[in-house]
């Protein structure tokens, strides 16, 4: 067992000042901002003394809805410590779903930016909210949402109703560095801290509760199985408002000295600059992000020798792009993690000294301090090593649970301490953890069982394959058929009846998809997962087939 790191997240933030107060520690490139240890240190202490002169106290709860702007993650290690639970909010959401975190999460106050993409977060704060245009800053009274108080807006353009980012910074003025000091020494490592919501694959999103303990254990595993050191410079295109962005990225950043490099949106062009300019070692992403930067027109214009290791995680590599990513980005070291929110969020991890065929076939062994087991879904029982079964896992990075829903958290974490992650995996003599798909995803075949991650990487070995996904659509005779929505390479061409006889004689007939569409994007989440139930949605409109119920994962 390694040693259990018990330093809250505040305290990880003053550590490392201490020992690196002059590296870099926060890099954004789009804005020519630069902070050193010491400087990201004093704007978190600053934006932390104005959250506590704002009234607001150890474990209330406060939201931020935002790309990944300076002042997130300003604010993430700013609420860390004054004891404040930061609330993330999915980028993506509209009116109704950030209504229903709001409410189930008793925010008291948000922090938002004007907006993303063709989404008006303003305009649909104050739809929620119409008092919001006749309130003092700070004294909202909503009927909708009671106690919601606060609203932050971060931006140029002051807001009526709202306190500016600078307005929260100068009520930092008023508090003393000792107040501030007293508050973050009254925090212990099991409180909760963060809060992210997960719908998982039925019924209302659930808040799930992160420890300081569970999120600074977790970033430092992560930074280890890459070997990141206060050398490094780590690349994050991944949004914040997820584990992978804000615990694997921030946090692992400021566990070894780091520098990270954060980009405001994703943009696969942006990315190749900042690896370029900035010379970044490490680089993170879900494979679609991945696939878009090895595909971009203008890749071969840009050195990425400064390249070594980084994460691919978020949902099943495809072997062939694993392959690229080693031998056209240069990213020798890149490692595999698999993991989700409810474990804060990584099980398992390659580590650099892995083979290549580990990395590209493995999602590698179980964290230190954490433990892994596979069970028949079914009895429950315990399986034998490369037997296929329920992934289970247990240890410091296990969530506390989800917030105000007993029964939910009961379902995920049994008597026992067994987190149940509703994920099919195998895991072989040595530890190494091979992920075969999700209970719900399995397609059910006339009998047969197909797990759409095996079709997915024979298709990829097509040439003119750039993407794809399989899953199960209802069928009258079978119960179930294959179904393959694909993309195609640019100025490459295919044909459904091709793609079905490229399968012909390699893999089974009844694993053949029934139903091949061409397409040119992809439902997703803000978080860069492929939303597989909307999928389904579509390929049942499309070929009218009678819809069967089908349990929708739309987690972030």
């Known amino acids: 067992m390694a040693t259990i790191i018990t330093s809250t997240i505040g305290d990880l933030l003053d550590e490392t000042t201490g020992m690196y107060p002059e590296k870099e520690a926060v890099v954004y490139p789009e804005r020519n901002l630069r902070y050193t240890y010491k400087q990201f240190q004093a704007e978190c202490d600053q934006a932390a003394k104005g959250l506590i002169q704002l009234g607001i106290q150890k474990g209330e709860n406060i939201a931020i809805w935002a790309t990944n702007v300076p002042e997130w993650v300003i604010a993430q290690f700013a609420s860390a410590k004054m004891g404040a639970v930061l609330v993330t909010v999915n980028t993506n959401y509209r009116t109704h779903e950030l209504e229903y975190l709001l409410r189930n999460s008793d925010a008291t106050t948000i922090l938002l930016i004007e907006g993303y993409r063709d989404a008006n977060y303003v305009d649909m704060l104050q739809e929620i909210c119409p008092e919001l245009t006749e309130a003092e800053p700070g004294s909202l009274r909503a009927e909708r949402l009671p106690l919601l108080k606060n609203v932050i807006y971060i931006g140029d353009q002051p807001r ?110 942006k990315v190749l600059e900042a690896v370029q300019q900035e010379k970044c070692t490490a680089l993170y992403g879900v494979p679609t992000m991945f696939i878009s930067e090895l595909n971009h027109p203008r890749f071969a214009d840009f050195d990425l020798t400064s390249l070594r290791t980084g ?122 953890v091979k992920i075969t798909g999700r209970l719900k995803d399995m397609i059910i075949r006339g009998g047969e069982n197909i797990y759409p991650l095996e079709v997915e990487q024979f298709l990829y070995t097509h040439p003119n394959i750039f993407d794809v996904q399989v899953f199960g659509v209802p069928d009258e005779k079978y119960g179930e058929q294959v179904a393959a929505y ?56 499309q070929y009218r087939l009678a819809n069967a119920d089908a349990d929708a994962d739309t987690t972030a």
């Not at 501030?180 to 999103?205: A, C, H, K």
């Not at 390479?489 to 053949?512: D, L, M, N, S, W």
Request: aromatic share 6%; hydrophobic share 40%.
């Open 311 to 432: 994460i691919m995680a978020g949902s099943p590599c495809p072997i062939e792009v694993m392959k690229k990513v080693v031998d056209s980005m240069g990213i020798r070291e890149i490692t595999i993690a698999y993991g989700q929110t409810e474990s804060s969020p990584v099980i398992t991890q390659t580590r650099v000294d892995d083979s290549i065929e580990r990395r590209v076939t493995t999602v590698g062994r179980v964290l230190a301090n954490t433990e892994v087991k596979i069970i028949d879904p079914v009895t429950g029982d315990e399986v034998g090593p490369d037997v296929q079964g329920e992934l289970c896992s247990r240890g410091i990075h296990t969530m506390k649970g989800y917030y105000k829903m007993p029964e939910a958290t009961a379902k995920a974490i049994d008597a026992e301490g067994w987190l149940h992650t509703g994920d099919l995996a195998t895991m072989d003599e040595e530890g190494y």
């Open 486 to 541: 694909v993309k195609v390479k640019e100025g490459q061409a295919i044909t459904p009846e091709e793609v079905k006889a490229y399968c012909e004689g390699k893999i089974a007939r009844y694993k053949i998809p029934h139903y091949v569409a061409i397409v040119t994007e992809y439902p997703m989440t803000a978080s860069g997962k492929i939303q597989k139930y909307k999928l389904r949605e579509m390929a049942v409109a």
């Open 160 to 269: 009526v109703g709202m306190f500016s980012w600078q307005d929260l910074i100068r009520l930092g003025d008023a508090v003393s560095d000792e107040k501030l000091l007293e508050r973050q020494r009254s925090l212990t490592p099991d409180e909760v801290i963060n809060m992210q919501y997960t719908s998982g694959t039925t019924g209302f999103p659930k808040g799930v509760m992160l420890t300081h303990q569970n999120l600074v254990n977790n970033a430092v595993n992560v930074a280890g199985a890459q070997n990141i050191t206060n050398d490094d410079k780590i690349c994050i295109p991944v949004p914040f408002f997820h584990c992978f962005g804000c615990s694997m990225g921030t946090l692992a950043a400021v566990a070894t000295g780091a520098a990270m490099v954060p980009l405001i949106t994703f943009d696969p062009l």
